[in-house]
């Protein structure tokens, strides 16, 4: 088997443990590469691979559909995904693209992949129905974004998150997209001050926050995903961060106990979609509303710990409406709001990044109690 070969295969079990299986991207990858035993070029191109297929899902559907009479098995599935992928979103030459993946598809669907990627090579430019469809994101998303931030806005942002992600290092070493670096930034406190951050994990806005001079209580619900806060932490020079595990809602701590509070909340995570490229098909509309209605339960929570004249800062890595400007609207009642400034730009009360190159989509708000 040649190292291109193999590459595929692995990058194939990995999508069919995704879309079969239901494994998420970004933990089921890391083991199967370290078991491939594949160089540093081959170990990226199965990232690409596993990553640009998961994301093109829908438009390379739409691509084969025309040369399948019937659906396909999950094997074959993949494998057709994974040629189309490297034909029409990498370029590769035909002859590569077909003979690469119909080796590393079982026998017994070679035939049938060998045959509809000849013929997807030889077509012409594919129509398109709809945006949806060719940006290959679900139609509700599309929607939403388009009612929430504009037609051509949502469009350039549904655009950058099918780009591949960056990776963006803090000086410690701690990998942290540039959009959560600001959140940490826009905190406001001064050395010494004592500041909880209600739903932490993994982990980086919490030690952004003690590098800052804090002094931080890092929560999360979830024992597993306190642990990676813990995990962390030994990877930091002498932090004063102490992690909890509690429930964010009805969190074990004194009234008026801090000089700051930060959620960031969990949500859909429709700016942050272009590292997470299996979200895009596990979000539903529904979980918008039951999403704000957590959030809201938070920040109830969150407001009565911090002290009178200190702050409380809600932070989202999504775009929607409900999850941001509707959820401030009624988290800030009493508050006083404290705005943010560039590179946000305003939305509501508070601020937002569309997604960038550089940088995830956020929104972020901010009060003074009073």
């Not at 829908?58 to 993949?78: G, K, N, Q, S, V």
């Not at 989202?316 to 560039?342: I, K, M, Q, Y």
Request: hydrophobic share 45%; with cysteine; charged share 25%.
């Amino acid at each position: 088997m040649t190292a291109g070969v193999a590459a595929r295969r692995c990058a194939l079990e990995v999508l069919e443990r995704i879309d079969t299986g239901g494994a998420y991207a970004n933990r089921v990858l890391p083991g199967a590469l370290e078991g491939a035993g594949l160089d540093e070029r081959d170990r990226a191109l199965v990232t690409e691979l596993v990553y640009g297929v998961t994301r093109r899902r829908r438009a390379l559907d739409h691509r084969l559909e025309p040369y399948l009479m019937h659906p396909p098995p999950p094997p074959a599935r993949a494998a057709l995904r994974l040629g189309v992928y490297q034909l029409e979103e990498m370029g590769l030459a035909p002859h590569a693209a077909v003979a690469t993946t119909v080796g590393a598809v079982p026998r017994r669907w070679r035939g049938l992949v060998n045959a509809v990627l000849r013929r997807v090579a030889e077509a012409p430019e594919p129509e398109w129905p709809d945006d949806a469809t060719r940006l290959s994101y679900p139609d509700w998303i599309v929607d939403r974004l388009s009612a929430d931030l504009g037609a051509d806005r949502a469009r350039r942002a549904l655009e950058v998150m099918n780009l591949p992600a960056g990776v963006h290092r803090r000086a410690d070493g701690y990998v942290q997209d540039p959009s959560s670096r600001l959140v940490v930034d826009a905190v406001p406190l001064e050395p010494g001050d004592r500041v909880l951050d209600l739903c932490a994990a993994p982990g980086g806005k919490a030690t952004g926050l003690a590098a800052r001079g804090a002094s931080v209580v890092a929560t999360d619900i979830r024992p597993g995903r306190a642990r990676l806060i813990v995990d962390n932490l030994a990877r930091s020079d002498s932090l004063d961060v102490t992690v909890a595990v509690a429930d964010g809602t009805r969190p074990p701590f004194a009234p008026e106990s801090f000089d700051a509070v930060l959620v960031d909340a969990p949500c859909s995570g429709l700016g942050a979609l272009r590292r997470r490229p299996d979200a895009r098909w596990r979000i539903a509309e529904s979980d918008v509303a039951s999403l704000a209605r957590l959030q809201l339960d938070l920040l109830a929570a969150a407001r009565r710990l911090v002290a009178p004249g200190g702050y409380l800062v809600y932070s989202v890595c999504t775009l929607t409406r409900a999850e941001t400007v509707e959820v401030a609207e009624v988290a800030g009642e009493g508050l006083e709001v404290v705005g943010v400034e560039a590179p946000w730009e305003p939305w509501g009360t508070g601020g937002v990044l569309l997604p960038a190159p550089g940088h995830d989509g956020m929104a972020l708000f901010r009060w003074r109690r009073l």
